[in-house]
C-alpha cells in the first residue's frame, strides 16, 4: 500500500457534513500545553458509523489511530504523530437525559456536563467543572477531583471494538481504579450512562461553583499546562513533595514547574516536549533522592 491509497481510503469514510478532515494538522493547536509536532492526519469523527468504517479501516490498513479528547492531559512529541488523530463530535458528543439516567457521549466536555447537570438539579459531577478534559479522557484514566473519581457514578460504558463493532460494558468490566481503568484495551470509548444523584439546583451550583474557586485558587490557570504532571502517591501529594525539595519555579528551556502548585508543568514560552520531558526526570531524580519516593507521571504521552 502506499501513502496515497490509505489517504484515499480515509477520505472517503469522511461523510458526516460537520466534521472535519486535515492532513499535517500541527498538534500544539489541539492540546492545552500548546506542544507537538503534525498529526499525519486530524480527523473529527461524528458519527458512529464514521467511527465504526474508521474502525474497519485501521484493521485493514495498519495506520495508527489516537483518540485526541481535549488535549487537556496530552504531551505530544515534537516530531508529531504518525498516523490518525482523531477527536469525537457530533453525536458521539451528545448528552440526553431520562430522570436521573444520563447518557453521555465519550466526545463532550467535562466543564459542559458539569454545568448541564448542575442546571438539572443533578448532583454527581460537580468535580468535572474545573477539569478540562472530554468524557472519554475521564473514562479511561477515571478522572478525579476532591476526593471523587468519574468512575464512581458510571453505570455502564459503551465501547468499540476493533472490528468496529459496539458493546456495552458494566461498572465491573470497565475495571476502574485510582487514575486508570481497562477502557484503553479496546478502538474507541464511545458513551456512558451515568446514575445520579436528584438534589436541589441551588445547592448543587454553590457545590460546584465552591470547587471551581478552590481549583483556580490553588492552581495554575491561564498558561499552559496538561493538568497535574504526576500521579499522587498513596496517602502522600506529589505537589508537596515537589514543594518539599525546593522544586517550584525550577525551569528547563521553556518548560517550568508553577509557582503556584508544584505538580503542573508550564510551558512559559516555546517549550518543546524534550524540555517537559527533561523537567519530569529532573522531578522524579530530585524527589527520589530527598523522600525515596517515586513519582509516575498522570499526563498521557503520544507519539513518542
Same mark, same amino acid.
Request: glycine share 12%; with cysteine.
Given at each position: 500500500? %502506499?501513502?496515497? %491509497?490509505?489517504?484515499? $481510503?480515509? $477520505? ?35 458519527? &458512529?458509523?464514521? +467511527?465504526?468504517?474508521? !474502525? ?35 453525536? /458521539? ?14 466526545? +463532550? ?12 438539579? +443533578?448532583?454527581? =459531577? ?8 472530554? =468524557? ?32 456495552? /460494558?458494566?461498572?465491573?468490566? $470497565? ?16 458513551? !456512558? ?11 448543587? %451550583? ?19 499546562? !496538561? ?10 501529594? !506529589?505537589?508537596? +513533595? ?14 517550568? &514547574?508553577?509557582? =503556584? ?10 517549550? %518543546? ?7 519530569? $526526570? ?23
Amino acid at each position: 500500500h %502506499t501513502k496515497m %491509497t490509505w489517504k484515499g $481510503a480515509l $477520505a472517503r469514510i469522511h461523510c458526516f457534513p460537520n466534521s472535519r478532515l486535515r492532513y499535517r494538522e500541527p498538534l500544539s493547536k489541539h492540546t492545552y500545553f500548546g506542544i507537538g509536532g503534525e498529526a499525519d492526519v486530524y480527523f473529527e469523527v461524528g458519527t &458512529v458509523a464514521e +467511527l465504526s468504517a474508521l !474502525a474497519r479501516f485501521h484493521k485493514r490498513w495498519d495506520v495508527p489511530v489516537a483518540v485526541l479528547g481535549r488535549g487537556s492531559n496530552l504531551l505530544v512529541n515534537d516530531t508529531g504523530f504518525k498516523g490518525i488523530c482523531i477527536r469525537l463530535i457530533g453525536e /458521539l458528543a451528545q448528552l440526553e437525559l431520562e430522570d436521573s439516567i444520563v447518557s453521555v457521549g465519550a466526545g +463532550l466536555s467535562l466543564p459542559r456536563l458539569s454545568k448541564v447537570m448542575s442546571r438539572c438539579g +443533578l448532583s454527581g =459531577v460537580e468535580f468535572a467543572l474545573g477539569i478540562p478534559g472530554s =468524557v472519554g479522557g475521564a473514562l479511561i484514566m477515571n478522572a478525579g477531583a476532591w476526593g471523587s473519581s468519574f468512575g464512581d457514578i458510571v453505570t455502564n460504558v459503551t465501547v468499540m471494538k476493533p472490528t468496529g463493532d459496539l458493546i456495552k /460494558l458494566t461498572h465491573a468490566a $470497565a475495571e476502574f481504579e485510582y487514575r486508570q481503568s481497562g477502557l484503553s484495551d479496546y478502538f474507541c470509548v464511545v458513551a !456512558a450512562t451515568l446514575s445520579l444523584i436528584p438534589g436541589n439546583v441551588e445547592t448543587i %451550583t454553590a457545590r460546584m461553583k465552591e470547587f471551581y474557586k478552590q481549583k483556580v485558587t490553588t492552581q495554575p490557570f491561564a498558561e499552559e499546562n !496538561a493538568g497535574c504532571m504526576f500521579k499522587n502517591p498513596p496517602g502522600d501529594s !506529589a505537589g508537596k +513533595l515537589i514543594d518539599v525539595c525546593g522544586l517550584k519555579g525550577h525551569r528547563i528551556g521553556g518548560a517550568k &514547574v508553577s509557582t =503556584v502548585h508544584g505538580n503542573f508543568i508550564l510551558n512559559i514560552g516555546n517549550a %518543546t516536549a524534550e524540555d517537559v520531558l527533561n523537567l519530569v $526526570a529532573y522531578i522524579q531524580q530530585q524527589v527520589r533522592e530527598k523522600t525515596g519516593i517515586s513519582l509516575q507521571t498522570e499526563v498521557k504521552r503520544l507519539g513518542f
